[in-house]
Structure formats: structure tokens, C-alpha cells
């Protein structure tokens, strides 16, 4: 008889602190103001693993979700609220407004032949991208008076800005244009602020904020950060520890040498997993608050850390990455929304 199929566990997990994901989503929708925050989970929710953050998310009280494509809506569609998913990148064919529509999943439609092919399909509830300066997808202000427009059941009338982090005249150019958009456009509910936004004010929030990376633990302004706790730890087991005499090198090309005798771990992590070699001799693992760093190259499956500060650490313990975005986005040179997305399938999630 063949054995349980299932394989063993990796040696390598993507912890998720499921409280500080939904208390990150109460600190955005309470930030919102009289708005109620939905959430971005496109991207497997940031790299997270949409259905466990779906999960956790529609629990905390979300009830609109955000995707980008069709696939990412129905791996959720049996985990949110009926009607709370809005696709973001819309109907590009006559399939999509099909499955729209039997699945019950909103579209967002971003252009006139996007409008065509949802009214084509029969129509209904849908939501409208309106391009008011970030000149990515959406109907632009000469599209809103397109009389196909009126035939619309709007819900959410979206924009997206360009430059929420940032203290420049966009925003407010961005912000006029939006309310002008609501006033031609009838709608349910109005949307504009992504993470960034919601700290701009009350004049950005709409009924419907839609926060993504500060709910995974991102900081995109000064001013979030006393709300946001981070949510996403990569973590990896020590596989084989070595002694080194002084002299020796450590990985490929040798970029470290031991100055000294050394105890170092070999861990089951590597760029194959998103940890990029811009970590090399620079990353730190940790053992509660016992700092482990990176010696030389990471290479594709593994990193090797210097076990000086934890000698009692051996093979099969556990050790987590540093990995609080704002202070791993200076450190590696790569955006937040990077170091989220680049979390690699092999992790355990
Ligand atoms: C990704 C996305 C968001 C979320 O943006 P964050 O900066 O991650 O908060 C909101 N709205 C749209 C249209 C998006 O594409």
C-alpha cells in the first residue's frame, strides 16, 4: 500500500500574526472616520496568503474585498460575505462578465469597452474606475460623458491616487477632480484612499476606504505608524550547524571570513523563498531577541547565520527573519510592497 500521500511539512513557514491583521484593519476603518475600510487582498493578499487574511479579515468585520484578477475572486468566493468582492482589473471578454455575474463578484469596469461589455452581458450591480491623474486604468474625465454611463448600476465610483505617501499638489488636484466625478456619476458609495489616503483626511475618505499594505503590516507615512503592527514573519529551520576555524569562508564567492572560530547554522531559506540576496551579510535572523546575522552570500534554497549569540540553538530549531517592513525596505533597498509580494510559494502559509 502506498504511504500517505501528503509530504512531510517544509522547512520553511510564513508566520502570520492574525491578531495584528485584524487589529490593523480596525485601526484603518477607525482612521476612515464615518468611511468603512474594505481591503485590498489582491496579489494573494499581498503575498500573504489571501484565504487565511481573507478569512481573518472578514472576521475583524470587513466586507469588501479587492482583486485584480478573476482567479484571485474565486480562490476567496466561498470565505467573504456574498457580494463583497470587487474585481479590479475587470471584464476583458465576454467570459469574465459571464462568471461576474453567476459567481456574483462586481466588476470594475475601467473603460468604455469594458462598460460595452457589461451592459452586453446583461449588467447589474458593478463598480466604475474613474482616472482622475494617475493615468493607469480607468475611465477618463472626457469618458464620464459617454450616455452608455447612465445605464449603470453603479455601487462603488473608485479613483486611485498617485502619490498618497507624499505631500504634493496632486492629491488635492486629484481630490477635486473625484468629487467632481461623484457629483456626474450616480453611484452607491464612493472610494478614493488606498493606505497612504486614509491619513490625508476626511475630505479622501468617501464612504469606502481601500487600505492593502497597511493591513499586512506596511507603514507608508509617518502618520500610520503608531496604528500598524507588523503581521507577516518568515520563518526557517536550521538544518545542519558547523564549526569554522579562522580564515575560512562562508557560501559562494566567498564574500565572508571568519576572523575567528565560529559556530554557524545553515537554514532552510533562500532567494527562491523572496529572501533576495540583497540580504546577503546583511539580514539578521533572530532567536526570540538573540540576533543571528547573515554571513555572506544567501543562496537559492539556503542562508547560513552566525549561532554565536544562541549556543544552545542546534539543527531543526527555528529561527525568524527580521522583517518589520519600513526598517527591511531601508535596509534591502526594496519598496515595502516588494519585500510582501516576493514571499515565495515554497513557505508554508
Ligand atoms: C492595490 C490597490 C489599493 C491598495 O493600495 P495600498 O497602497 O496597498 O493601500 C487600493 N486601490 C486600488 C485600486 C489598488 O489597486
Known amino acids: 500500500m502506498l504511504p500517505d500521500l501528503r509530504s512531510p511539512a517544509p522547512p520553511v513557514r510564513l508566520a502570520l500574526d492574525k491578531a495584528a491583521l485584524a487589529a490593523n484593519w480596525q485601526a484603518l476603518d477607525r482612521l476612515s472616520g464615518a468611511a468603512t475600510a474594505g481591503a485590498a487582498i489582491k496579489a494573494d493578499a499581498y503575498g500573504t496568503g489571501a484565504r487565511r487574511a481573507a478569512k481573518v479579515l472578514a472576521e475583524a468585520g470587513c466586507r469588501d474585498f479587492f482583486v485584480a484578477h478573476w482567479r484571485e475572486a474565486e480562490e476567496v468566493l466561498d470565505l467573504v460575505p456574498q457580494g463583497s468582492l470587487s474585481v479590479l482589473h475587470g471584464p476583458m471578454s465576454a467570459a469574465d462578465a459571464v462568471w461576474a455575474r453567476e459567481a456574483g463578484v ?87 484612499a488606498n493606505s497612504a489616503g486614509i491619513a490625508l483626511g476626511r475630505d479622501y475618505h468617501g464612504d469606502l476606504t481601500r487600505p492593502g499594505l497597511a493591513l499586512y503590516g506596511g507603514v507608508p507615512c509617518a502618520a500610520l505608524a503608531p496604528h500598524i503592527a507588523q503581521v507577516v514573519r518568515p520563518e526557517a529551520a536550521i538544518m545542519q550547524v558547523r564549526n569554522i576555524a579562522a580564515g575560512e569562508s562562508v557560501g559562494y564567492n566567498a564574500t565572508f571570513v571568519a576572523a575567528a ?64 517592513l519600513p526598517e527591511a525596505a531601508r535596509v534591502s533597498g526594496l519598496s515595502q510592497y516588494e519585500l510582501l509580494t516576493l514571499l515565495g510559494r515554497r513557505f508554508v502559509r
Open 261 to 324: 572560530p565560529m559556530r554557524v547554522g545553515v537554514i532552510s531559506l533562500g532567494y527562491a523563498d523572496g529572501y533576495l540576496r540583497c540580504w546577503s551579510s546583511r539580514g539578521i535572523l533572530r532567536a526570540g531577541d538573540r540576533v543571528l546575522p547573515v554571513l555572506g552570500r544567501v543562496s537559492m534554497d539556503m542562508t547560513v547565520i552566525d549561532l554565536a549569540a544562541a549556543p544552545d540553538l542546534g539543527e531543526g530549531d527555528w529561527v525568524s527573519a527580521d522583517y518589520a
Open 106 to 192: 462586481r466588476p470594475v469596469l475601467n473603460s468604455p469597452s469594458q462598460v460595452q461589455t457589461w451592459l452586453d452581458a446583461g449588467g447589474g450591480l458593478c463598480d466604475v474606475m474613474v482616472d482622475t491623474g494617475i493615468n493607469r486604468l480607468g475611465l477618463s474625465m472626457a469618458d464620464l460623458a459617454d450616455e452608455r454611463l447612465s445605464r449603470l448600476e453603479i455601487d462603488v465610483l473608485l479613483s486611485h491616487l498617485a502619490s498618497a505617501e507624499e505631500e504634493t499638489p496632486l492629491n488635492q488636484q486629484q481630490l477635486h477632480r473625484w468629487e467632481e466625478v461623484c457629483r456626474s456619476l450616480p453611484h452607491r458609495r464612493a472610494s478614493l
